[in-house]
């Protein structure tokens, strides 16, 4: 089914099928921190709400408005980081910039630091390809600008 | 559609061909697929008229203009205001001295909305409409912060048309000085009744400006038929440079107008205390103008004449009807918008498939086309809509083009769904 269009290595299947069915939408009752984020070029919009217990993520709900990037984006966004610390958290939003802007398809991941199995990628390598598509970029780092606009006041 | 496209099939493929092999871009290739650009709303490829006359000022003929007094300076002055007489043509404008060069489309709005709207007093209005670009939308805005003025918006149907009836009864009170509305919409590519637009104004005692952006690429203009006060249009979506655009509007008013800009070469004498004005339209025209690409605008207009506004009508027209029907065979395609007219431009959305994954693996296929909310915010609310894809066509553009963008469309939507 994918080799029937040219550039539909963009769009994994996971990226797909969260887009369309995905598994975090939707609102935390009482959440701890809200971020928005927004792109005025396209209208892309998402609300990231999360539940923090003893400063890890227990919980991420989010509401997006968007292409099938920025929902899949937003949904495995929400995956990845239930459960961490928010340093952790912060550390894979690093590498999953890192991952989208770097030239060479070495794998994802160099950054230094000492966290490096809890900030693995996993999941979120589906979106490595965008890096072929430089204005697409923006798509799948918009739930990441929310998630750091969420925690701009929590200081660990 | 009122116009068919079976009576010019024939000469079309024929012409088409000549006139692509003038625009260099049309042989390059996107990701390993010949290019097939449907964005030219956004702005058109240049020929090689416009290139060369361009390339050649620099190369030969190049200084500034109005104030040299050598052979080089006076030869590119001449260049530079032969392209008054050129635009002054193109719109059946009365008088050359009426033709104001801008930046682009939104500066000419600019200029209006700050000169003439200083003639404006509190409580006066303005109309403009639901469809308009962001570009006669903001600035009236500005003004009615400004001046304490009233900003009035005239509806659209759900076709796509000016609701006539809603924007006669806004009308109706005497308030409204001016009607600014495009004369041709950027997303549903619907072309505005602008002559019955000018006749009501003008009997609500109101003005008239035109945002021809959209619609001078595409059919002959006469702001002088329309009945027209203020027409504004941009060089780059009529083949020609970016950087350059026109304002054109009757003599008095522009006389009457207070400067835009303040500098060099729009002033007649210049002391500390004060200083007097030039004669339009150098009053509105300060500092060094974009000359190179005055004189590129010139060589576009030159070039669309050559090939005659009537024949790149009828050549639109067929691509625009041709791509209606295509574009039914894509399974969850609509088609935003039904106006009675319509331009070559065509916005369309696809169930469950957001506008910019089609722009994206249209590209990954060759395929520019645009998708967002085409600076008409407004707009996008009022249909409901956060965003649309939207093909357009040019002169260039041919009918086979249309079928690939209909064909991957619907590989697409097998992928997607």
């Excluded at chain 1, 802007?101 to 979106?127: C, D, K, M, N, Y």
């Excluded at chain 2, 500066?107 to 909305?113: Q, R």
């Excluded at chain 2, 809509?385 to 939207?390: P, S």
Aim: charged content about 20%; overall charge negative.
């Amino acid at each position: 089914m994918s080799d029937v269009i040219e550039g539909a290595a963009l769009y994994d299947r996971l990226i797909v099928e969260r887009s369309r069915t995905p598994h975090f939408a939707g609102r935390i009752e009482q959440p701890d921190r809200v971020g928005e984020g927004k792109n005025p070029l396209c209208g892309d919009k998402t609300r990231v709400e999360l539940a923090l217990t003893d400063n890890h993520i227990s919980q991420v709900r989010h509401q997006t408005r968007g292409c099938a990037i920025c929902l899949a984006a937003a949904d495995l966004m929400a995956e990845r980081i239930t459960g961490l610390s928010v340093p952790q958290a912060r550390e894979v939003g690093q590498r999953f910039s890192a991952m989208l802007v770097q030239e060479t398809t070495t794998p994802p991941g160099h950054i230094s630091g000492g966290q490096q199995e809890t900030a693995a990628l996993g999941q979120l390598e589906a979106f490595a390809p965008l890096r072929a598509h430089r204005s697409r970029i923006r798509c799948a780092e918009l739930p990441w600008v929310a998630l750091k606009e969420a925690l701009v006041h929590v200081d660990i | 559609m009122s116009v068919g496209h079976h009576t010019t099939q024939p000469q079309q493929a024929l012409e088409s061909s000549a006139i692509r092999a003038q625009f260099p871009i049309l042989g390059e290739k996107v990701h390993d697929r010949p290019l097939v650009f449907l964005d030219s709303a956004a702005s058109a490829q240049k020929p090689n008229a416009v290139i060369d006359a361009m390339a050649d000022t620099m190369r030969t003929q190049y200084a500034n203009i109005h104030r040299g007094l050598h052979w080089m300076s006076e030869r590119t002055t001449e260049a530079y205001e032969g392209v008054r007489d050129l635009v002054a043509g193109f719109l059946n404008a009365p008088s050359r001295e009426e033709i104001v060069f801008t930046r682009n489309s939104t500066e000419a709005i600019n200029l209006v909305a700050y000169s003439y709207g200083a003639l404006l007093k509190p409580g006066q209005a303005v109309v403009i409409s639901e469809m308009e670009h962001h570009a006669n939308l903001v600035p009236w805005q500005m003004l009615r912060d400004r001046a304490g003025i009233e900003l009035r918006i005239a509806p659209i149907t759900d076709a796509g048309d000016l609701d006539m009836d809603a924007f006669k009864a806004l009308l109706s009170d005497g308030n409204v000085a001016l009607v600014a509305i495009t004369h041709m919409s950027n997303v549903l590519g619907g072309v505005t009744p602008a002559k019955q637009i000018a006749d009501l104004a003008h009997a609500a005692g109101a003005l008239v400006l035109f945002d021809g952006s959209q619609f001078v690429v595409h059919r002959k203009t006469d702001v002088q038929a329309l009945g027209a006060d203020f027409y504004t249009f941009t060089g780059h979506k009529l083949y020609g440079p970016t950087g350059i655009g026109v304002l054109w509007a009757r003599k008095e008013l522009l006389e009457a107008m207070p400067p835009f800009m303040g500098g060099g070469d729009m002033i007649s004498t210049v002391t500390f205390e004060r200083s007097t004005w030039a004669n339009v339209p150098h009053k509105f025209e300060a500092g060094t103008p974009a000359i190179i690409e005055t004189i590129g605008l010139g060589a576009a207009i030159s070039w669309v004449e050559s090939i005659g506004m009537d024949a790149i009508a009828a050549h639109e027209a067929g691509l625009t009807a041709y791509a209606l029907k295509r574009l039914q065979d894509v399974p969850g395609l609509s088609v935003v918008g039904n106006p009675q007219d319509r331009g070559g431009v065509v916005s369309f959305t696809m169930q469950d498939v957001h506008p910019h994954d089609l722009a994206t693996l249209l590209d990954r296929n060759g395929i520019a086309i645009r998708a967002g909310h085409h600076c008409a915010e407004p707009l996008m609310r009022r249909l409901g809509l956060t965003a649309t894809a939207r093909a357009s066509f040019g002169i260039y553009t041919l009918k086979q083009e249309i079928d690939v963008l209909a064909d991957t469309l619907i590989r697409i939507r097998d992928f997607f769904v």
